[in-house]
C-alpha cells in the first residue's frame, strides 16, 4: 500500500491510499477555498452523563447534489471535488462539515471508489483489503491526536438512513469521549467477569456457536451472526475468532478473509427483500476498544451491521419506546432473520 498525504485548499487534510507503490498522486485542490470555521462542543446530558456534541455549523453542508455536482467523484471534466485527481483508489479527508471538531476531536471521510454509481458490495476483494489498510491507518494515527479516547469507523449506506451523499463513503469519528454504547458494554464487560470470572465476549461466541440457529456465516477466521437480542429487523454481528481489541490487532490471515466475509454480509443484505427491492439501506459499524482502557485487551473488535427496512417497503420507525425511552421492539424474531440470511448465500 501507498500512502500519500496532502492538504485540500482550505488546509484540511487529504490522504490517498494506493496498491501500486508507483502510484503518483500530485494534483492541486484549484478552489478559492476560505479556512474552515467550526466550532463544535461536547455537552453532557445531567440525567444520564450521556455526551452530545453540539454542532451547529453542520446545518449549511451539502445536501442530495445533483450527480454531476457530487464532491466526492474525482476532480475530471470541470468538476469541482474535495478530490482534485481525476481518479483514485481510496481517499480520506477531513470533513468540511465536522460534528467533532476544534480539539473536540476529528472527523474524516472515507471515499471507497472514484465510481459515483458503485456501491460497497461492488467492489472488489483487493480494494476492500485497502479499504481495511485505510481504517486501520486512521485508526493508528487518530488514536495520537490529544483528547481522543475512541476511534470508530462506520458507513452510512441509503436515503432512508439519513445519507446525503449517494456516493459510496464512509466516516471515521474520533472521539474526545467513549461512546454510550461502548461505556454499556465496558459495564457488562466488568460485571461479567465478576460474576463468572470468564470474558463476555468469547462467551457471547460460544453460546452462538453451541445454539447454531443464529449463525449466518463462519469462516477459519470469522464468525457472523444474528445477536439473541438483536435490536433491529436484520442485524448481523461479525467478530473475529480470536478475540483482538481493535483493527491494528487482527493478524494477516484474519485481515485477508475479512475482506471476503464482509463483501459476503453485504451481498446478502441487498438480497434479504428480493430482487425487485432497491438496494437495502444499512449501517455498518465498527466497534474498537477506546485507547484510554486500561483493561482493552478485554474488549473484542466486531462489526455490526443492520437496517432499517422490516419488510417489502417497510422501514422500521423509531417510535415511541425506541425514541423517547431507549426499549427496543423488535418486529422479526432473530432466528428467522438468521434463516433468511442463509438462504441468500452468494452464489459460488
Given at each position: 500500500?501507498?500512502?500519500?498525504?496532502?492538504?485540500?485548499?482550505?488546509?484540511?487534510?487529504?490522504?490517498?491510499?494506493?496498491?501500486?507503490?508507483?502510484?503518483?498522486?500530485?494534483?492541486?485542490?484549484?478552489?478559492?477555498?476560505?479556512?474552515?470555521?467550526?466550532?463544535?462542543?461536547?455537552?453532557?446530558?445531567?440525567?444520564?452523563?450521556?455526551?452530545?456534541?453540539?454542532?451547529?455549523?453542520?446545518?449549511?453542508?451539502?445536501?442530495?447534489?445533483?450527480?454531476?455536482?457530487?464532491?466526492?467523484?474525482?476532480?475530471?471534466?470541470?468538476?469541482?471535488?474535495?478530490?482534485?485527481?481525476?481518479?483514485?483508489?481510496?481517499?480520506?479527508?477531513?470533513?468540511?462539515?465536522?460534528?467533532?471538531?476544534?480539539?473536540?476531536?476529528?472527523?474524516?471521510v472515507v471515499c471507497f471508489t472514484d465510481d459515483h454509481t458503485a456501491?460497497?458490495?461492488?467492489?472488489?476483494?483487493?480494494?476492500?483489503?485497502?479499504?481495511?489498510?485505510?481504517?486501520?491507518?486512521?485508526?493508528?494515527?487518530?488514536?495520537?491526536?490529544?483528547?481522543?479516547?475512541?476511534?470508530?469507523?462506520?458507513?452510512?449506506?441509503?436515503?432512508?438512513?439519513?445519507?446525503?451523499?449517494?456516493?459510496?463513503?464512509?466516516?471515521?469519528?474520533?472521539?474526545?469521549?467513549?461512546?454510550?454504547?461502548?461505556?454499556?458494554?465496558?459495564?457488562?464487560?466488568?460485571?461479567?467477569?465478576?460474576?463468572?470470572?470468564?470474558?463476555?465476549?468469547?462467551?457471547?461466541?460460544?453460546?452462538?456457536?453451541?445454539?447454531?440457529?443464529?449463525?449466518?456465516?463462519?469462516?477459519?477466521?470469522?464468525?457472523?451472526?444474528?445477536?439473541?437480542?438483536?435490536?433491529?429487523?436484520?442485524?448481523?454481528?461479525?467478530?473475529?475468532?480470536?478475540?483482538?481489541?481493535?483493527?491494528?490487532a487482527l493478524d494477516g490471515a484474519a485481515r485477508t478473509e475479512c475482506?471476503?466475509?464482509?463483501?459476503?454480509?453485504?451481498?446478502?443484505?441487498?438480497?434479504?427483500?428480493?430482487?425487485?427491492?432497491?438496494?437495502?439501506?444499512?449501517?455498518?459499524?465498527?466497534?474498537?476498544?477506546?485507547?484510554?482502557?486500561?483493561?482493552?485487551?478485554?474488549?473484542?473488535?466486531?462489526?455490526?451491521?443492520?437496517?432499517?427496512?422490516?419488510?417489502?417497503?417497510?422501514?422500521?420507525?423509531?417510535?415511541?419506546?425506541?425514541?423517547?425511552?431507549?426499549?427496543?421492539?423488535?418486529?422479526?424474531?432473530?432466528?428467522?432473520?438468521?434463516?433468511?440470511?442463509?438462504?441468500?448465500?452468494?452464489?459460488?
Open positions: 500500500m501507498k500512502k500519500t498525504v496532502t492538504t485540500l485548499a482550505d488546509g484540511r487534510e487529504l490522504i490517498y491510499y494506493d496498491a501500486d507503490e508507483s502510484t503518483v498522486r500530485d494534483a492541486v485542490d484549484p478552489r478559492p477555498l476560505t479556512a474552515v470555521v467550526s466550532r463544535s462542543e461536547i455537552r453532557y446530558d445531567v440525567l444520564t452523563g450521556d455526551p452530545v456534541a453540539i454542532a451547529s455549523h453542520r446545518q449549511a453542508r451539502t445536501y442530495h447534489p445533483p450527480a454531476d455536482a457530487c464532491p466526492l467523484c474525482p476532480a475530471r471534466d470541470g468538476r469541482e471535488s474535495e478530490i482534485p485527481e481525476e481518479s483514485y483508489e481510496v481517499a480520506v479527508f477531513e470533513n468540511r462539515f465536522p460534528s467533532l471538531s476544534g480539539g473536540v476531536g476529528r472527523c474524516e456501491s460497497f458490495a461492488d467492489l472488489s476483494e483487493e480494494r476492500v483489503a485497502l479499504v481495511l489498510d485505510a481504517w486501520t491507518d486512521r485508526t493508528s494515527a487518530l488514536a495520537t491526536l490529544p483528547g481522543v479516547e475512541q476511534v470508530y469507523c462506520f458507513e452510512n449506506r441509503g436515503a432512508e438512513i439519513g445519507v446525503t451523499l449517494p456516493h459510496a463513503h464512509g466516516q471515521i469519528y474520533a472521539f474526545p469521549y467513549v461512546s454510550p454504547r461502548t461505556a454499556a458494554m465496558r459495564r457488562r464487560l466488568d460485571e461479567h467477569r465478576a460474576e463468572t470470572g470468564r470474558n463476555l465476549f468469547d462467551d457471547v461466541i460460544e453460546r452462538e456457536r453451541v445454539d447454531a440457529e443464529r449463525i449466518v456465516l463462519e469462516t477459519e477466521h470469522w464468525i457472523a451472526f444474528v445477536p439473541y437480542a438483536a435490536h433491529w429487523p436484520y442485524e448481523v454481528h461479525l467478530h473475529p475468532k480470536r478475540r483482538v481489541p481493535d483493527l491494528l475482506a471476503q466475509v464482509y463483501l459476503e454480509l453485504l451481498r446478502r443484505f441487498d438480497r434479504i427483500f428480493g430482487p425487485d427491492e432497491p438496494p437495502t439501506p444499512y449501517i455498518a459499524a465498527w466497534h474498537q476498544a477506546p485507547f484510554t482502557d486500561a483493561r482493552r485487551e478485554d474488549f473484542g473488535l466486531h462489526l455490526e451491521l443492520f437496517t432499517v427496512r422490516r419488510a417489502s417497503g417497510k422501514l422500521k420507525y423509531l417510535a415511541g419506546t425506541e425514541s423517547g425511552m431507549g426499549a427496543f421492539m423488535n418486529d422479526v424474531r432473530p432466528e428467522d432473520a438468521a434463516r433468511r440470511l442463509r438462504e441468500v448465500a452468494t452464489a459460488k
